[in-house]
């Protein structure tokens, strides 16, 4: 079975600063996809970033990106000029490709941005 | 689209009552998911259907616990009887069933049962 980690339960940083969330996953998958959720005060789940495994460039949202270490079964999540709104819980999260849709998360990094 | 739609958003009742949470899902997705997130076990899949079907409920924590899907626009989750340690925040969540489809979650039931 598909494992996620996130190794890092709390995080902080100040506003405008750059900071990177860890997450390490374990799988015997070849191709897969892994996601960042966010999770601020408000408790809805947010779609942040999606990587395809078999894509080797690391994607990129606005201030948000990704750096994927296929070998390494690493996928931190770099957040730029961090704003006071980036405040909730960060989750990773792994789904396996083709057949079922299952999405295995880890247990989430709070990350609390101060101004 | 107004979203995936979870009701009711917060819930207390005592133990041994009957729970029914409720969600409606995007209109074309066609994969349902319930969650159960707490601080122990952070976000747990319970069951999912696909086309209305369940495809896997070997998340469900004992036969207290059932899911519906009577349709496309509608699914319930009920516990039967509940137990304190049933509390917890439920989500519900839906996708287009193809494979790499990020979930677009609700907000969530805040459960309690004292």
């Known amino acids: 079975a598909q494992t996620v980690t996130q190794s890092q339960p709390e995080m902080s940083v100040q506003e405008a600063e750059t900071v990177t969330l860890s997450c390490t996953y374990d799988t015997s998958e070849s191709n897969y996809y892994l996601f960042w959720y966010k999770q601020p005060p408000s408790r809805q789940m947010i779609l942040v970033i999606r990587?395809?495994?078999?894509?080797?460039q690391n994607a990129t949202e606005n201030r948000f990106s990704v750096n994927f270490q296929k070998a390494a079964k690493s996928f931190s999540l770099k957040i730029s000029d961090s704003q006071l709104g980036d405040t909730a819980m960060y989750f990773c999260?792994?789904?396996?490709?083709?057949?079922?849709?299952?999405?295995?998360f880890g247990k989430g990094t709070k990350l609390t941005v101060n101004p | 689209d107004a979203g995936v739609i979870q009701s009711p958003r917060h819930e207390v009742t005592e133990m041994g009552q009957e729970v029914t949470l409720r969600c409606k899902p995007i209109s074309g997705h066609n994969s349902l998911f319930w969650y159960r997130q707490t601080m122990m076990r952070g976000l747990e899949l319970l069951i999912y259907f696909n086309n209305n079907v369940p495809i896997d409920d070997s998340g469900m924590p004992e036969d207290r616990f059932s899911a519906k899907m009577p349709n496309a626009s509608f699914s319930t989750l009920k516990i039967q009887p509940s137990e304190p340690r049933d509390s917890a925040v439920y989500f519900c969540?839906?996708?287009?069933?193809?494979?790499?489809?990020?979930?677009?979650f609700g907000s969530g039931t805040r459960l309690t049962v004292v």
């Open positions: 999260a792994f789904m396996k490709e083709g057949g079922s849709e299952k999405l295995v």
């Open positions: 990587q395809e495994a078999y894509k080797q």
């Open positions: 969540a839906s996708s287009l069933a193809r494979t790499g489809s990020h979930y677009t």
